[in-house]
């Protein structure tokens, strides 16, 4: 038996009212059900509409669909960290390592230049700003995509931008003033850190734009299940 497009909707509302927020999870728990209502009506065709929703929400246990809220939140956060770090880890292999090094080398000549990293941390602090408050503005495009888990989730690691490069300033504010071989040990170290920095701005912009894709994806999928 195939349920009806109020059916459907019903479903939807009956999750909403479960404090299931994020469309793109009601999407995932909505075929679950739908297709769990489906076999207790086609096996029981006295069966009614409500009592099988009923029946279906009592067999996700005590937890209702909180249980596979998580599961689907979980998934959907260990399928972008994986793939954050596989963009992030691919600027060490082969492609991409000579360009790596390359820019560590600049990055510390230009430290040894201007004799200090902190002047250096200070204009890559005042461009993270100015990246941040950009990002911010193009979020307003993609207002409608908040209400997905896969923007919030794809979005987040441009978030941490700000406290990557803090948290980095304090290790090399506790790096030793020492001269090896002719190499400042704390330039060389804010060197590495600067260009590592760049490198996760680079990875989560381009994270963020894979999941804005899919995000636009996603809302199509859902303005046609609305329609």
């Keep these: 038996m195939s349920l009806s497009e109020e059916h459907i909707t019903a ?8 404090g299931i927020k994020y469309v793109d999870v009601q999407m995932e728990i909505i075929d679950h059900v739908a297709s769990s209502i489906e076999e207790k009506m086609a096996a029981d065709p006295n069966l009614s509409f409500e009592t099988a929703l009923k029946q279906t929400h009592s067999s996700f246990g005590i937890f209702g669909f909180s249980g596979m809220e998580d599961a689907i939140v979980n998934g959907l956060a260990k399928k972008y960290s994986i793939l954050f770090w596989k963009k992030f880890g691919s ?3 082969p492609k991409y390592i000579l360009l790596v090094l390359l820019a560590g080398f600049l990055t510390y000549k230009l430290e040894v230049l201007m004799g ?4 250096l941390l200070t204009i890559f602090l005042l461009v993270t700003i100015t990246l941040v ?3 911010a503005v193009l979020g ?3 207002k409608a995509y908040h209400k997905l888990l896969v923007y919030r989730t794809s979005v987040s690691y441009v978030m941490f931008i700000g406290s990557f490069l803090q948290i980095f300033n304090l ?6 003033e ?3 071989f002719g190499v400042n040990r704390n330039l060389l170290f804010g060197a590495i850190v600067l260009v590592v920095f760049v490198l996760y701005v680079v990875s989560a912009i381009k994270i963020a734009l894979v999941g804005i894709k899919e995000s636009k994806l996603l809302l199509d999928k859902y303005q046609l299940f609305e329609s």
């Design 171 to 176: 290790l090399v504010n506790k790096t030793s």
């Design 116 to 119: 200090d990293y902190q002047n």
């Design 178 to 180: 020492a001269v090896i």
């Design 11 to 18: 479903i939807k509302n009956f999750i909403s009212r479960k």
């Design 91 to 93: 600027f060490f292999g």
């Design 140 to 142: 307003l495009k993609y």
């Design 133 to 135: 408050v950009i990002l």
